[in-house]
């Protein structure tokens, strides 16, 4: 009687295995269905392409299905990537995470041994890297000892970092590209324009006329060498003087 019990509950045991991994495989084919990521967004950042800031924000987290992402985005570190101060996710159903990046704000850059150390509008140092970002300015002349990233370069004037700022922004507001910022032992500014050199003097109540005017003239000056005096700009005449010293054949 016994042996016939044992053979009975063998079938049964194994129906019964059988049923648990059916199920198991139902729960495993319904949880990779329902929360499959179909979507995936990256927005907030002008520096780097998308294929860019997808491997470094998936470099440790699931980018298959939704459940697994939080899981392993929970346990991941934070992305480390140049010039990003910040990553956001936000997962949405059916199958979407959107990522946000968060750009570090970039004044301009010194060079220091080799590396292009760039800089926000206080003045601190937010990353040392060999690469040369588009749209961000060379500042010239600055007086400093060392430099420490993420901490403010020592230089004796640190309001020279708000008058970059202004700068940067009226560049910006005009369309000007200029290839470097030069700041001078008086604080006085000159700014390199290919072979035109910029004097624009030392900063005051006029300099975004003066920007504006340089931005008026940024083709006639197209392919001269020489030196435009807008530290001699006065907003009530419309005299500004530039010394050419373009070779002539």
């Keep these: 009687m016994a042996d016939k019990r044992r053979k009975r509950g063998k079938p049964i045991a194994l129906t019964v295995i059988l049923l648990l ?45 939704l459940l697994w992402f939080k899981y392993t985005n929970s346990r991941a570190p934070k992305p480390d990537i140049p010039f990003i101060s910040q990553v956001d996710y936000v997962t949405k159903m059916p199958g979407t995470v959107e990522v946000t990046v968060y750009e570090k704000s970039i004044v301009g850059y010194v060079s220091y041994k080799d590396s292009n150390m760039y800089f926000d509008k206080d003045g601190t140092v937010v990353e040392s890297s060999a690469e040369l970002l588009d749209g961000v300015v060379k500042v ?19 309001e020279i970092f708000s008058v970059l700022n202004d700068l940067t922004q009226y560049f910006s507001k005009y369309g000007i590209t200029v290839d470097s910022v030069s ?14 050199k910029v004097l624009l003097g030392q900063y005051d109540s006029d300099m975004a006329d003066k920007v504006y005017e340089l931005g008026c003239m940024m083709e006639k000056l197209n392919g001269l ?25």
């Design 183 to 196: 700041v001078g032992e008086d604080s006085s500014l000159s700014l390199a324009v290919g072979e035109v």
């Design 21 to 65: 991994a059916a199920a198991v495989a139902a729960v495993f084919i319904f949880i990779n269905y329902r929360y499959k990521i179909t979507n995936i967004t990256i927005t907030g950042s002008d520096k780097y392409t998308y294929e860019q800031l997808y491997e470094y924000v998936f470099e440790n987290r699931n980018d298959e299905n």
């Design 140 to 158: 010239e002349g600055l007086d400093f000892n060392s430099i420490v990233v993420h901490e403010k370069l020592k230089v004796p004037d640190m």
């Design 225 to 249: 060498k020489g030196t435009l005096y807008l530290d001699k700009y006065d907003k009530n005449t419309s005299n500004v003087i530039f010394k050419d010293e373009t070779e002539t054949k």
